[in-house]
């Protein structure tokens, strides 16, 4: 490594310094232990690596030999014992913020008491665990699938809820509430998960795809350029817990004539503007599996006010049929005969967890805000930093501290920094780069002939990078410090003194 004229003959701990910077921030991939990194599409990515150890002497040694060579007094014996420099990145083996990884555990389960004990206790004793009928052995009918629907649209204030087995069988029920099918486009972010590509095609409608900007959500300024005679929907993805900026869709969507679907499968109880999210659009989807802000493990929800959406919905998600607990929520005339659909019935165990969590849930929340609000304060003073952008400042759930960089390799050595203080940090996650997944890229279904790309615009239309380089751009810049709502005081102060140490160096890169 080549040392500037400037630095020949000044302190050797400078030197050292120098010698750590350059071999952390040019050669960041070859110093440190094996570490994996999420991909663009939800994989894995390796990096070659080089022990501590190693790296270490081979840091030590490249100081001692600088020394050695360009400092006063530079002579044949052994060059002197140098150690690493006070506040001295992890990396270049400066003792760590944290002498063990901080790692963010599954929110929802870590509220479980024996509030979620007692309502499955409920359904065991009353052995009914189908939502519809049951053996009624405490003299009441199944009630915890209803009741959750009931006080989940309270919730969320919408008139109508479905209870389903999970967030993918809520969409696909939601839209087949608002009518796609074969011939229809549904325009969608570049930037979500495979499930919102997948009820989609299920449908035999077509995926369109739109940019997402630096709020990680689709961008509303790249949606008409996209729309046909053959759109019927905009699908709206809140994702990793902020909202879409909603009124510029929503206007749109009111010009053109189109149906909004909001996905809320990451961003149970977000707001926009002091609306739930979900209850904006004319349906709206929840997630409630495990990785989500509360859950039993799997689960789902479709909501609306539309009651045409619902009984639509409700039919698709239950064979087909109204049911008579249905029925009675939709209080209206039925418009819809019997038809051919599957089942996605969320059972009374599944229920019986989601009530009790429900009750948690603005603690829950509460409690992520509270400590992504003060590691905010307590690095946005830092010179040049930038959050992911709100659209809603005190909308989003708190679960990701977001902070951007001038791209990929500077992201990767952020992340790679952030790691070696034992600070967990990442890419953007939970969601994938749809276009550039080998198999949507090739428009691959499990039958040659599929709909989606038989008809219409399906058969030409072109995905890979070339249909979304925005979106590749900010998942390129983009570092992620996921957040637990039960993160301690020193938790919260390790993360913020991580942030300080590390990013003022790699910036600089």
């Not at 009918?141 to 967030?167: L, M, R, W």
Request: charge should be neutral.
């Amino acid at each position: 490594m080549e040392i500037p004229v400037e630095m020949v003959g000044i302190d050797e701990r400078l030197v050292l310094e120098y010698a750590y910077a350059q071999l952390t921030l040019s050669r960041l991939g070859a110093i440190m232990s094996e570490k994996t990194l999420s991909g663009p599409t939800g994989g894995r990515l390796k990096e070659d690596a080089l022990g501590r150890r190693k790296f270490l002497a081979t840091a030590t040694g490249l100081a001692s030999a600088v020394w050695l060579t360009t400092g006063p007094g530079a002579k044949a014996s052994a060059a002197p014992v140098v150690s690493a420099p006070a506040g001295a990145l992890a990396i270049a083996v400066g003792p760590p913020v944290r002498a063990t990884m901080l790692e963010a555990k599954l929110s929802g389960p870590q509220y479980y008491d024996d509030e979620e004990k007692q309502e499955l206790i409920d359904v065991l004793e009353n052995r009914s665990p189908f939502r519809w009928w049951g053996l009624d052995a405490k003299g009441h009918p199944p009630d915890k699938c209803i009741n959750f629907e009931k006080e989940f649209s309270a919730h969320q204030q919408t008139k109508y809820c479905i209870a389903v087995t999970s967030g993918t069988t809520a969409l696909m029920s939601a839209l087949a509430g608002l009518g796609v099918g074969p011939g229809d486009e549904v325009i969608l972010p570049a930037w979500t998960w495979y499930a919102c590509y997948d009820a989609i095609l299920a449908h035999g409608a077509l995926p369109v795809f739109a940019e997402v900007d630096d709020s990680m959500n689709i961008d509303p300024t790249d949606i008409e350029r996209h729309i046909t005679r053959a759109t019927k929907v905009i699908m709206s993805v809140h994702i990793l817990g902020a909202p879409a900026d909603m009124d510029p869709i929503l206007e749109i969507a009111r010009k053109h004539n189109l149906k909004v679907l909001e996905d809320c499968a990451q961003s149970v109880v977000v707001s926009y503007k002091g609306r739930p999210v979900g209850s904006m659009g004319n349906a709206g989807i929840y997630s409630f599996q495990v990785n989500k802000t509360i859950s039993p493990g799997e689960g789902g929800a479709v909501v609306t006010s539309d009651p045409d959406v619902f009984e639509r919905a409700t039919r698709y998600h239950d064979c087909g049929f109204l049911r008579d607990g249905h029925a009675k929520v939709l209080a209206q005339p039925s418009h819809l005969k019997d038809f051919s659909s599957p089942n996605f019935r969320m059972s009374e165990f599944t229920a019986a967890v989601l009530r009790a969590q429900l009750r948690k849930l603005d603690r829950i929340v509460g409690d992520f805000r509270d400590k992504t609000t003060r590691i905010t304060d307590g690095i946005k003073d830092l010179p040049g930093i930038q959050f992911r952008k709100k659209n809603d400042p005190g909308g989003g759930l708190g679960n990701w501290v977001f902070i951007n960089t001038k791209g990929k390799e500077q992201r990767d050595a952020f992340i790679r920094a952030m790691r070696a203080e034992n600070i967990t940090a990442e890419p953007m996650g939970g969601s994938a780069i749809l276009p550039i997944a080998t198999h949507i890229e090739k428009k691959e279904t499990l039958q040659l002939d599929w709909p989606s790309f038989t008809v219409g615009r399906g058969k030409t239309i072109q995905y890979g990078a070339s249909a979304c380089p925005k979106t590749i751009d900010v998942w390129n810049r983009y570092v992620g410090i996921p957040m637990d709502p039960k993160f301690t005081d020193q938790d919260v102060a390790d993360i913020i003194a991580a942030v300080r140490k590390v990013y003022p160096v790699v910036m600089k890169a």
